[in-house]
Structure formats: structure tokens, C-alpha cells
């Protein structure tokens, strides 16, 4: 069965840094395209990033450009969100999600296979 688990969220003051990790299991995922979403309250869930099942492609938003870096280990089955520059506005649960194809993808109804979530808070 097809899992994600997403990892590393907390509070951090703003400024500061957080890195989130998706964990895949039941799947390898060399032939995904992986992207991160987040929801904040009240509002619907944006993505933030996405990288090419190989890896040399990657986008993100205006939004988070130049604080956010997305990258992917399939040796280890795991794609990272590396967040810096945190802003209060970045407060929301983050998600990975899966799709099965070559082109990336930020759209919310692309992707079929999501993980759990992870909380991430900024505030001093």
C-alpha cells in the first residue's frame, strides 16, 4: 500500500528554519513526481514546491522562491523541503503528495496519494 509520512514540523520563531522530510513506503518513488502542499486554517491548500521524478526540475511558487528548496533522495525513498527565512505567514499543516508522471505539478487535484501532514508554526 502506497504511503507517505511527512516529518520535521514545529514552532520556529520568524527568521528562522525548518526541514521537512516525506518518507515514502509501499512504493518506490524513482517514477514520482513529488510535490509539497500546505493548508493553512480558513484556507485552501496551495503547493509549494514540486520536483521531477528525476530530480533536475523543480518550482515553487513566488510566494516562497529563494527561501524554500525542494530536493529528493530515492536511494533513500525521501523527498526534503528545506524552509528558510520563515514568515509568520508560512503557519500551516504541510503535506507531500504523490503523482505518477513525468511533469511536475503544484495543482491539489493532480495528485492522488497524500501523507498525514505535518504542523508547521511560525512565531516568536
Known amino acids: 500500500q502506497l504511503q507517505l509520512v511527512e516529518s520535521g514540523g514545529g514552532l520556529v520563531q520568524p527568521g528562522g528554519s525548518l526541514r521537512l522530510s516525506c518518507a515514502a513506503s509501499?512504493?518506490?518513488?524513482?517514477?514520482?513526481?513529488i510535490a509539497w502542499f500546505r493548508q493553512a486554517p480558513g484556507k485552501e491548500r496551495e503547493g509549494v514546491s514540486c520536483?521531477?521524478?528525476?530530480?533536475?526540475?523543480?518550482n515553487y511558487p513566488d510566494s516562497v522562491k529563494g527561501r524554500f528548496t525542494i530536493s529528493r533522495d530515492n536511494a533513500k525513498n525521501t523527498v526534503s523541503l528545506q524552509m528558510g527565512s520563515l514568515k509568520p505567514e508560512d503557519t500551516a499543516v504541510y503535506y507531500c503528495a504523490a503523482r505518477s508522471s513525468y511533469y511536475c505539478s503544484r495543482k491539489v487535484a493532480d495528485f492522488g496519494s497524500w501523507g498525514q501532514g505535518t504542523q508547521v508554526t511560525v512565531s516568536s
Open positions: 509501499g512504493f518506490t518513488l524513482d517514477y514520482y513526481t
Open positions: 520536483i521531477s521524478y528525476s530530480g533536475n526540475s523543480a
